[in-house]
């Protein structure tokens, strides 16, 4: 059974710092995984997708990286602003196409002061 | 980009009435959409798979009779949560995938989620 993790559940860092957000799963056959961004009380927003085959996606201050083989994925945030506080949730998805189920972490939710 | 709106975004209901919750796809057709719940501080849980013109699929545990889906148009999903409890007090959230956009590596679309509260 697949098992996503986020690890820390909360971080709080003043802005400007860059940071790390941790997720790992236990069976590493997998298709793609998605970060997305949750606001309190508001939906998903897709941030980057990252294919079993790559090692990183980069979008702006947003950089994921993947390693399959050990079951872990990372967020790094670069120059973090007040903006980017929410929930940041990872999922895998399982099987061998886009249409297999998708398994989310908990999430990290991140504070960024001003 | 491909908008999936849900409505209503928050309902307060008695216990032992049903509530429905639309979700839309606004600018492409889907023909599969798919329905989480998310409770305080937990993940999201899968809980159906809604297929335009058939039944839907349900994830182990999740009561078909509870949760009823109807995906009537390739733009219209619906959920119906019959004979409300409140611990089916939660918040629900639809997605769907644009099937215009690459098929291998196309992410999943959300709405903004619906909060059930049910007393």
């Known amino acids: 059974k697949q098992e996503v993790t986020q690890i820390p559940a909360a971080l709080s860092v003043p802005e400007g710092e860059n940071l790390v957000l941790n997720c790992s799963f236990t069976d590493s056959a997998i298709y793609n995984l998605q970060w997305f961004r949750q606001d309190p009380g508001k939906g998903l927003t897709s941030l980057l997708l990252i294919q079993s085959s790559q090692r990183e996606q980069t979008s702006g201050r947003l950089n994921a990286s993947l390693d399959k083989s050990s079951g872990r994925s990372t967020l790094y945030i670069a120059a973090s602003q007040p903006g980017d506080s929410a929930t940041y949730l990872c999922a895998v998805r399982r099987g061998s196409s886009n249409t297999g189920k998708l398994i989310f972490g908990q999430g990290t939710t991140l504070q960024v002061k001003p | 980009g491909a908008v999936v709106s849900q409505h209503p975004s928050w309902v307060i209901c008695k216990s032992g009435t049903s509530v429905k919750i639309e979700c839309r796809s606004l600018d492409f057709q889907a023909t599969t959409m798919f329905w989480y719940r998310q409770f305080p501080k937990q993940s999201l849980m899968l809980m159906a798979t809604?297929?335009?013109?058939?039944?839907?699929?349900?994830e182990q545990g999740v009561e078909k009779d509870k949760f009823l889906i109807n995906h009537a148009s390739l733009t219209l999903s619906t959920l119906t949560v019959t004979s409300a409890h409140p611990e089916d007090s939660s918040f629900y959230i639809c997605?769907?995938?644009?099937?215009?956009?690459?098929?291998?590596?196309?992410?999943?679309?959300f709405g903004n989620g619906t909060r059930l509260t049910v007393t």
């Open positions: 997605s769907a995938r644009d099937p215009q956009e690459s098929p291998w590596d196309s992410p999943l679309h």
């Open positions: 809604s297929n335009e013109g058939s039944k839907a699929t349900y």
